[in-house]
Every structure is written in structure tokens, then in C-alpha cells.
């Protein structure tokens, strides 16, 4: 099936394109909404500029569409650019990362509906702990961009999550019951590398930014290199 991947940079789209190709789907482009608004139910935030240097390094094209990121109208947003794909690429089908969120999931399926498209889930229910040791086996760099819970302080900030790391972010989702994949907003993370990126990205300047209990990793410069 001819697809677009609602890609986020984060470690599930990315996983989700992952699983999608194996699947044996045509990759056509992702998809990629910019909100504006850093408390956006729908789309990922921090340092999601940062989407257009990643398909570079995986060689796809990327369809872009800047939103305000208000509640339930940015889907007016996701419409628009889920339209422009399929008009521009032929789409018939839609690939998401959500592994627990309802809400999203119900949102999306629903604007998939009405153009047409079909909704394709690839880690929905996947077992968060198993899908966590799948992505750093097959050798993605996931970064930790954003923190948002008790549990996780500064230090977690730009860290790229290894088996050690995985072992206590884990450790530390039982003891403050956050989801261990950040389902919640709990944290965000940034691919950097993996084996569908043609070259890896390297972070060249970012800035750590704390207020109260939450913070951001914000990435000022980055570069692809050559693997």
C-alpha cells in the first residue's frame, strides 16, 4: 500500500516507518505537523523542526504544515496536509506511532475516514518494555528532548538511551507510575540515528532549559554526517 507516515521524529514514528517497510509498504513521504503551541494535545513540540533534517538522512520526502496547535482544531491542520499528500503522492493509507493513546488514535482514524484513508497502527498495545529493547537492538539513537514528570529530572536531558540508561528509566516508570514509553507526555525523545537513516544526525549546539520540574533539550544546530 502506498503510505505517508505521520512522523513526529520521535522514537515511535520512527519505529512505525520502521515496522511499516518490513511490512512491505511504499513509503511515499511523511507527514509532519509544526505546532506553534508547546501544550499541543495532537503533535509532538520540542525541537520538531528538526523532521526535515531527519528525512534527509533517511532520503523520503516530507510534507510539512505549521498549526497554532489548538485543541481539536488542529485536526483541521492534519486534514489539510493528510489532503495535500494524497493529492501530491497518491496515499491511500496513513502510518501512526501511537502505542496506548486513544485519544490520538480515535482523532486520526477519524480524519483518515473522511478522505479516504486507511489508519495503519503498527505498534498499537505493543508491550512497552519489549518495544523499548526492539528499537535499541536494532540499533536506533534515541535521544530523550523533553521531560515532564516526577522521576525524571535535568539529567535525562540530551541523553541517547542505551541498555543501561533503559534499565533505569524503566526502574524509575514503576516507582513514579509514568508511562515507560512517555504515552503521557512524560518525556519526548529525537531519533538521531537507526538503520533507515542514510546518515546519522550530530547534535552540534543544544541548551538544556529547567523551569520547576520540566524542561526541554533545545537543539540549535545539527548536522548529518556521514555513517
Not at 526535515?52 to 485536526?75: C, D, F, H, N, P
Not at 486507511?118 to 528499537?135: A, C, N, T, V
Not at 542505551?162 to 507510575?177: E, V, Y
Request: hydrophobic letters at 35%; charged letters at 30%.
Amino acid at each position: 500500500m502506498k503510505v505517508a507516515i505521520l512522523f513526529s521524529g520521535g522514537k515511535d514514528s520512527t519505529i512505525a516507518l520502521y515496522e511499516a517497510k518490513k511490512d512491505g509498504h511504499e513509503i511515499c513521504c511523511l507527514v509532519s505537523v509544526l505546532p506553534k503551541n508547546p501544550e499541543s494535545y495532537m503533535f509532538h513540540y520540542p525541537n520538531v523542526e528538526l523532521t526535515v533534517l531527519q528525512a534527509r538522512a533517511m532520503g523520503l520526502k516530507i510534507i510539512t504544515r505549521e498549526s497554532k496547535g489548538e485543541k481539536e482544531k488542529e485536526l483541521k491542520d492534519l486534514e489539510a496536509v493528510l489532503g495535500d499528500a494524497k493529492k501530491k503522492e497518491g496515499i491511500e493509507g496513513v502510518v501512526v506511532g501511537t502505542v496506548e493513546s486513544v485519544y490520538q488514535s480515535s482523532r486520526v482514524d477519524k480524519v483518515c475516514k473522511k478522505l479516504g484513508l486507511k489508519m495503519i497502527s503498527p505498534l498499537w498495545h505493543k508491550e512497552p518494555e519489549e518495544l523499548w529493547r526492539s528499537i535499541i537492538h536494532h540499533g536506533f539513537k534515541v535521544m530523550i528532548i523533553a521531560v515532564a514528570c516526577e522521576g525524571l529530572d535535568q539529567s535525562w536531558l540530551g541523553k541517547v538511551i542505551d541498555k543501561g540508561s533503559l534499565d533505569q528509566l524503566l526502574i524509575k516508570s514503576r516507582k513514579h507510575r509514568f508511562h515507560p514509553c512517555g504515552e503521557g507526555g512524560e518525556f519526548e525523545t529525537l531519533v538521531i540515528d537507526g538503520p533507515i537513516f542514510q546518515k546519522r544526525i550530530e547534535i552540534k549546539n543544544a541548551n538544556p532549559v529547567w523551569e520547576y520540574n520540566s524542561g526541554f533539550y533545545v537543539i540549535e544546530k545539527a548536522e548529518l554526517k556521514e555513517k
